[in-house]
């Protein structure tokens, strides 16, 4: 992802520097369930979601404040990494969240995924749906 100074700007990935394996989780009242977790390593599956996402609108936004949002809403998180990092503390490749109400949260860039700074200008309920519905979950 990239940012300017403006504080606007859209979601661009570098895809080379992502490993393969995606993982998925639904945190609920700040609690995750291991039935609410998934890895996918299908590539096919893996970019078809990157394209969803990428090129849309994102501002910075206030951590304070996303911070509040996803402790009120349930939340997706979707994390590429290699296995057993995320695990082990290490932060993902790349990652995202996604709030019940279609709020995308990504990181300042790629690099600091730890850090959720942006979101999206608008919120996109139906992309959630079809996120789900490509990596193939139901939680």
Known sequence: MSACGSGRDEVEIDRDQLADTLYIQKVEDNQTREEQKAARQEEEIN?????????????????????????????????????????????????????????????????DSGTISYQSTEKHPELLNKINHTVDISF
């Open 47 to 111: 970019d078809e979601l990157l394209n969803l996402i990428e090129g849309m609108e994102i501002e910075k936004g206030s951590e304070n404040e996303i911070r509040d949002s996803m402790g009120e809403q349930e939340t997706y998180t979707y994390s590429f990494s290699d296995e057993g990092e995320l695990a082990a503390g290490a932060d993902a490749d790349f990652s995202f969240a996604v709030l019940e109400d279609g709020t995308f949260l990504l990181p300042k860039n790629g690099d």
